[in-house]
């Protein structure tokens, strides 16, 4: 099995639950329109104070799928707009980053509606910055001074783990070209595609983007991680509907219901 088939499982996983959340509250006859449409940086995240956010520096997009009441977000690399109904989206083939975070961001939208999910839509302004000093403290408080995996460089999050924890016991990997094999805070960033095992090996608790689930990266790391027996956080507002329907770990702390 490859490591997209394994990712995938997930996927297909929570589209079978929703399907049947869909049926138990008669939504699958009910004429709803989906429309998933991809937010500027300033609407997704507003003023965060510090301009080295993915989002900002143009590498990733958040979409946002509204669905009755609810919205529901989604990171991707490779933003699309879609107008449709439910059942349409729930028939697309989760085959491309593209398909995977509209579905993503339905499935938020979705739960969230049916008060099922909390926190489907970013943060903004400063909370990003304090979600990454929340999150560190979390980790401290949980599980002591240990040796910390941060899979996907979100900079705030990074420098907040170096602060907490110490250069020396932090350990980074990215899949932007841009970042492998830079310095920052005294890290060097691995490759992604090439390190991943050995960053899981190397830490006692591994903190992952929610992003690697429209990538195609989420059941390779998963499976690293249960394999390693490592403990393990996956941040963010992209996680959020599949954290709820296959018991995957969740931390978003500043993440927000509209």
Not at 64 to 85: I, N
Not at 195 to 220: C, K, P, R, W, Y
Request: hydrophobic share 40%; net charge neutral; with cysteine.
């Amino acid at each position: 099995m490859t490591n997209k088939q394994n990712h995938l499982e997930y996927l297909e996983k929570s589209k079978v639950k929703l399907n049947k959340l869909i049926k138990e509250k008669s939504l699958e006859n009910t004429d709803v329109s989906i429309i998933v449409k991809q937010l500027t940086a300033e609407e997704a995240i507003g003023d965060p104070g510090r301009r080295d956010f993915p989002i900002i520096e143009g590498k990733e997009r958040v979409i946002e799928a509204q669905f009755l009441d609810a919205k529901g977000h989604a990171f991707t690399d490779s933003p699309g707009e879609f107008v449709g109904k439910l059942k349409q989206i729930l028939d697309l083939p989760l085959i491309t980053n593209k398909n995977r975070a509209i579905y993503i961001a339905t499935l938020n939208a979705v739960l969230r509606h049916l008060e099922l999910c909390e926190k489907t839509v970013h943060c903004k302004d400063d909370e990003p910055v304090k979600c990454a000093e929340e999150i560190s403290s979390h980790i401290l408080k949980t599980w002591g001074n240990i040796k910390v995996g941060l899979i996907g460089l979100n900079p705030a999050i990074a420098e907040s783990l170096v602060q907490m924890f110490g250069a020396e016991n932090v350990k980074i990997t990215d899949l932007n070209m841009k970042n492998i094999n830079c310095v920052k805070w005294g890290i060097t960033i691995w490759d992604g595609r090439k390190m991943t095992v050995s960053l899981i090996e190397q830490s006692d608790v591994v903190l992952i983007t929610g992003t690697t689930l429209v990538n195609a990266t989420f059941g390779h790391i998963m499976n690293c991680i249960l394999n390693n027996n490592k403990k393990y956080l996956v941040y963010g507002v992209t996680i959020a509907g599949i954290s709820k329907l296959t018991d995957i770990n969740r931390i978003c702390p500043y993440g927000r219901d509209q």
